[in-house]
């Protein structure tokens, strides 16, 4: 596995560490993370996001979801079943899960439902008016009055 180093750029930079982890935690995927639950990311607006996930078999007190940082977590335990069941076929995963997405800058949770086996977290970028563009008034310089000399030589 090939290692990269980001300290050269680095050096110019302030406040990009956040880059570096995101590197560090894109390499160390796991392949059986990837693939469960299944999910799809909408943008619904300019602004706005919608991850939708497909939790087939959990309810909503199985499932939690966690806001922190730049980060949102959604996990799922399902709650033991009270009898032991007999399956010919098992082909809904019912298995525990938790899958992680790294958030943008200003990006917010909004809401979450869960809608015939699809949970829906929708998302929010707000950014705050002091990081909004705004345009600087470019004020002229008061005129230089010029001076005048007088003569008292007389």
């Known amino acids: 596995m090939r ?3 980001l300290s050269p750029l680095f050096r110019s930079s302030i406040g990009y560490d956040r880059v ?9 995927t796991d392949e059986a ?3 469960y639950p299944p ?10 996001y919608r ?3 497909a939790v087939a078999g959990f309810t909503d007190e199985e499932i939690t979801i966690t806001a922190q940082e730049n980060q ?7 709650a033991k079943d009270e009898k032991p069941r007999n399956y010919l076929h098992r082909g809904i995963a019912g298995r525990a899960f938790e899958r992680r997405f790294e958030l943008a800058d200003h990006i917010r949770v909004v809401g ?4 015939n086996g699809l949970l829906h977290v929708d998302l929010k970028r707000e950014v705050p008016e002091a990081m909004k563009p705004r345009t600087i008034k470019i004020e002229a310089a008061p005129k230089a009055q010029p001076q005048v ?4 030589a007389a």
């Open 3 to 5: 290692t990269l180093d």
């Open 20 to 28: 570096s982890r995101l590197m560090d935690s894109a390499l160390r």
């Open 33 to 35: 993370q990837l693939s």
């Open 39 to 48: 999910y799809n990311i909408e943008q619904d607006g300019e602004d706005s």
């Open 51 to 53: 991850i939708t996930m």
């Open 72 to 78: 949102l977590v959604v996990a799922g335990k399902p």
């Open 112 to 115: 979450a439902s869960l809608v």
């Open 149 to 152: 000399i007088e003569n008292k």
